[in-house]
T-cell receptor, first 115, second 113 residues
Framework: AQTVTQSQPEMSVQEAETVTLSCTYD???????LFWYKQPPSRQMILVIR??????QNATENRFSVNFQKAAKSFSLKISDSQLGDTAMYFC????????????FGAGTQVVVTP | EAQVTQNPRYLITVTGKKLTVTCSQN?????MSWYRQDPGLGLRQIYY???????DKGDVPEGYKVSRKEKRNFPLILESPSPNQTSLYFC????????????FGQGTRLTVV
């Protein structure tokens, strides 16, 4: 079975600063996908970034980037130049390569961006 | 606009009264699924469907039913709701379910008293 661990329940960051969210996962699979989803107060689940395990290059999306360490089974998210609109719950999620869309989520990290 | 639509967004009901939460997507996705979100547990999959008339259990299927009679719709049925089913529910869809982006509905906050 796979598990996804987010060890930081809450993090606070000032506007324009950088914050890094940690995520570790446990799997014996070699083919899988990793995701970060953002859930603002509106409750909408928004995909922030996606990483394919077979790709060594870390994914980036504008101010969001990941540090994917496959051997360490670590998948951290860095938010640069934080904005007030980044305030949200962030979920790390894992999907096996052939698991018919089943996302396994961590417990989430609440990020609060302060002026 | 590409979207997944859930209804209702909020629902308060009493123990044992059957209810249905509807989910519809307009992207011709084959794969649809239901999750429940609880504090400290993240989201957990309840049921999923790979295509019309093909459904299977996720991690927490007890007390729930689903059906997939049409490609666009995937309702979640609670035949006899209990208080431990009080939760935030999400419907999600994707083209094949094999690693690509999932689109989520707006969520349904269910309270069973």
């Amino acid at each position: 079975a796979q598990t996804v661990t987010q060890s930081q329940p809450e993090m606070s960051v000032q506007e324009a600063e950088t914050v890094t969210l940690s995520c570790t996962y446990d799997t014996s699979e070699s083919n899988y996908y990793l995701f970060w989803y953002k859930q603002p107060p509106s409750r909408q689940m928004i995909l922030v970034i996606r990483q394919e395990a077979y790709k060594q290059q870390n994914a980036t999306e504008n101010r969001f980037s990941v540090n994917f360490q496959k051997a360490a089974k670590s998948f951290s998210l860095k938010i640069s130049d934080s904005q007030l609109g980044d305030t949200a719950m962030y979920f790390c999620a894992f999907m096996k390569g052939a698991s018919w869309g089943k996302l396994q989520f961590g417990a989430g990290t609440q990020v609060v961006v302060t002026p | 606009e590409a979207q997944v639509t859930q209804n209702p967004r909020y629902l308060i009901t009493v123990t044992g009264k059957k209810l249905t939460v509807t989910c519809s997507q307009n992207m011709n996705h084959e794969y649809m699924s239901w999750y429940r979100q609880d504090p400290g547990l993240g989201l957990r999959q309840i049921y999923y469907s790979m295509n019309v008339e093909v459904t299977d259990k996720g991690d927490v299927p007890e007390g729930y039913k689903v059906s997939r009679k049409e490609k666009r719709n995937f309702p979640l049925i609670l035949e006899s709701p209990s208080p431990n089913q009080t939760s935030l529910y999400f419907c999600a869809s994707s083209f094949t379910g094999l690693g690509e982006k999932a689109f989520f509905g707006q969520g349904t906050r269910l309270t069973v008293v």
